[in-house]
């Protein structure tokens, strides 16, 4: 089975801070994803990485910027957060193969406060 | 634009009642389609998958899924649910990308009445 496993479930820090989420895969995936999900909003996607040191916006990526070095590592990064990034956050990994079949694997979230 | 709605955001149903949870997607070509559950505290799990063939596909826990390509929808349903099926529910849509891009609709919680 594909182990998606982040670093924190609860996550509490202060205005200005710099925050780092850590995501770790063990099933060799190319593509990870960082999402964050509000009430009403589902999941929207912050960035994405579809190899080693390569990243891509996705919708909502303003405040936020990430750090792939190794294929099983993902981290996102808070360069300054602020009360309205206060959220639960997730990370999913996928193959890459199959143009869009491939399901995505999720951990288990982040539930990040920012006060 | 691709997207993905879930026109109901709460349904309760009785325990042992069946449920159907509805989804509708626009997209240009034939889709391929995601189920997903979320327990509460914990992340998403797939439920199960459609990309070709059979236009009714079966998942885990009991549920399974139609496509309907006229309606363009891919309800979700189970026969007779359990108190533990209570949790929130996405449908999603993967998207003709050389990195697997998902997307989901908004959810719908899921309660149960004992």
């Known amino acids: 089975d594909v182990k998606v496993t982040q670093s924190s479930r609860y996550l509490v820090k202060r205005t200005g801070e710099k925050v780092f989420l850590e995501c770790v895969q063990d099933m060799d995936h190319e593509n990870m994803f960082w999402y964050r999900q509000d009430p009403g909003l589902g999941l929207r996607l912050i960035y994405f990485s579809y190899d080693v040191k390569m990243k891509e916006k996705g919708d909502i990526p303003e405040g936020y910027s990430v750090s792939r070095e190794k294929k099983e590592r993902f981290s996102l990064i808070l360069e300054s957060a602020s009360t309205n990034q206060t959220s639960m956050y997730l990370c999913?990994?996928?193959?890459?193969?199959?143009?869009?079949?491939?399901?995505?694997?999720f951990g288990d979230g982040t539930r990040l406060s920012i006060l | 634009a691709q997207s993905v709605t879930q026109p109901d955001i709460h349904i309760t149903v009785s325990e042992g009642a069946s449920l159907e949870l509805r989804c509708n997607y626009s997209?240009?070509?034939?889709?391929?389609l995601f189920w997903y559950v979320q327990s509460p505290g914990q992340g998403l799990q797939l439920l199960l998958k459609y990309f070709s063939g059979d236009t009714l596909v079966q998942g885990i826990k009991g549920f399974e899924a139609e496509f309907k390509r006229s309606q363009s929808s891919f309800n979700l349903r189970k026969p007779s649910v359990h108190w533990s099926d209570a949790a929130e529910y996405f449908c999603?849509?993967?998207?003709?990308?050389?990195?697997?891009?998902?997307?989901f609709g908004s959810g719908t919680r899921l309660s149960i009445r004992p």
């Open positions: 999913a990994s996928s193959l890459s193969s199959g143009q869009g079949r491939q399901p995505q694997h």
């Open positions: 997209y240009g070509a034939t889709p391929y």
């Open positions: 999603a849509v993967g998207l003709y990308s050389s990195a697997s891009k998902i997307i």
